[in-house]
């Protein structure tokens, strides 16, 4: 830990359906927490839901964790990124298709960044149960610039369908 440093809040969205999803969500939740720059602070339970964007696939596993980092929004980018990489992710892999493991930077110090390589908020929050229900779960009272609070969002159970497991 660097002395005097700022630590930031942020929330990730994590997500899987291949290769033992549930042991993948918590492989990264725990490799998150590895790094010096980057505390865990809250997780989620483990969400089971339908595949989101219209692709044949196994149902994914989702999950949100909160974490104080001292890394700027790009940063931390990197290094989900590089925990994506780490685990396997195919970066060549279609759209909203089948994948190891999938962090999404959904919040960030109450920032809007809106950048070629990164958009925060993450522009799918709102239609995502996958992300609302998780989210509301460990930070109800976030309020996420241009939704407002998280406990005001309305959540849609049946698209994708959607289900606490652990």
Known sequence: MTPGAHWYPAYVGIGSNLQGPARQVE???????????IRVIAASSLYRSAAFGGIEQ????????????????????????????????????????????????????????????LVVPHPGIRERNFVLLPLGEIAPDLVIPGLGRVAGIPVNMDEPSISRIA
Do not use: C, H, M
Not at 27 to 37: C, M, Q, S, V
Not at 63 to 77: D, G, I, K, Y
Not at 95 to 113: A, C, K, T
């Open 27 to 37: 492989a990264a939740a725990g490799l998150l927490d590895e790094r010096d720059e």
């Open 58 to 117: 196994p149902d994914f596993v989702n999950a949100v964790v909160a974490v104080l980092t001292t890394l700027t929004p790009l940063e931390l980018l990197g290094e989900l990124q590089a925990i994506e990489n780490r685990q396997g992710r195919d970066r060549d892999e279609k759209r909203w298709g089948p994948r190891v493991i999938d962090l999404d930077l959904l919040v960030y110090s109450g920032q809007e960044i809106d950048e070629p390589a």
